[in-house]
């Protein structure tokens, strides 16, 4: 369920909100309540909610400075505004706060029912984020996670050949190349290419390819539902089980245990 928390000075606008508004078509609970900014912030911080509806003027602190506080402290909710002013100036400062939306008093039904809608879309792609983060942390120690790519210098020497050759993999990386065809693009000897890419880069072309080419697959498995031999064959490995073995020497788990845990 999506936590919402409700912060309002008037009573019968904040009754009437919690108590008439249909939170189950959203798979919403409202989990507090409060009448003023100060309350406000003690609840958001005990019941960490996802959603916080709030008013803008409240005796003591007003809506935008506890978002202001919250915010400064970290605070991960949405928040939706609610105001009986349709002032520019609100409007600015909840922008600048990132607010994910401004409503006027009286609050119309299909006017809450958009700003919910939106909302807790914006909630759920947090929460699946999050959870896809969660789980690719797990993974942190595998060797493929710690790889960094070569960056290429914005302004390319014509004799930078470790830049073209890292430009010809990102490139080529889904058809069968190796040290000899990227030296034979580039009009140079393997052994040479062989030694300015290690030097450059610390690692070999063959590693770098190998690397480049599962951590693309790890982006495939998480994004897609493209079958496993597929997504072998789309960074360049026509055999599925060498694929596989590959994957799991640097990853740590096999393509399909990997998928089976941001599921």
């Known amino acids: 369920m999506i936590k919402v928390v409700v912060v309002e000075d008037e009573m019968l606008v904040k009754k009437g909100l919690i108590l008439t508004t ?13 009448s003023n900014g100060m309350e406000g912030i003690e609840v958001i911080r005990n019941m960490n909610p996802d959603i916080v509806i709030t008013d803008v003027r409240m005796p003591g602190l007003d809506g935008i400075k506890m978002i202001e506080a919250l915010k400064a402290e970290g605070c991960k909710s949405e928040f939706i505004i609610i105001s009986g002013y349709s002032e520019f100036e609100y409007a600015r400062q909840a922008l600048k706060l990132g607010v994910r939306d401004f409503l006027v008093k009286p609050i119309d039904d299909e006017d809450l029912y958009n700003a919910l809608s939106h909302t807790c879309q914006e909630v759920q792609n947090k929460k699946t984020l999050d959870k896809i983060q969660n789980k690719m942390d797990d993974l942190t120690d595998s060797r493929v996670m710690l790889f960094k790519e070569y960056i290429i210098p914005e302004h390319e020497d014509d004799n930078d050949y470790t830049a073209k050759a890292i430009k010809y993999i990102k490139e080529n990386y889904q058809k069968d190349i190796s040290l000899k065809s990227a030296a034979d693009s580039l009009f140079i000897s393997e052994s040479y290419l062989s030694r300015v890419f ?3 880069v610390g690692q070999t072309f063959l590693d770098y390819l190998t690397y480049y080419r599962v951590k693309k697959a790890c982006k495939l498995l998480q994004e897609s539902d493209v079958k496993i031999h597929e997504i072998a064959n789309m960074v360049g490995y ?8 590959i994957f799991k020497k640097l990853v740590g788990i096999s393509p399909k245990e990997f998928r089976n845990k941001l599921n």
């Open 238 to 245: 026509k055999d599925q089980r060498y694929f596989s073995v």
């Open 22 to 34: 249909d939170w189950h078509r959203f798979n919403c609970e409202v989990v507090g309540e409060a």
């Open 198 to 200: 290690k030097a450059n």
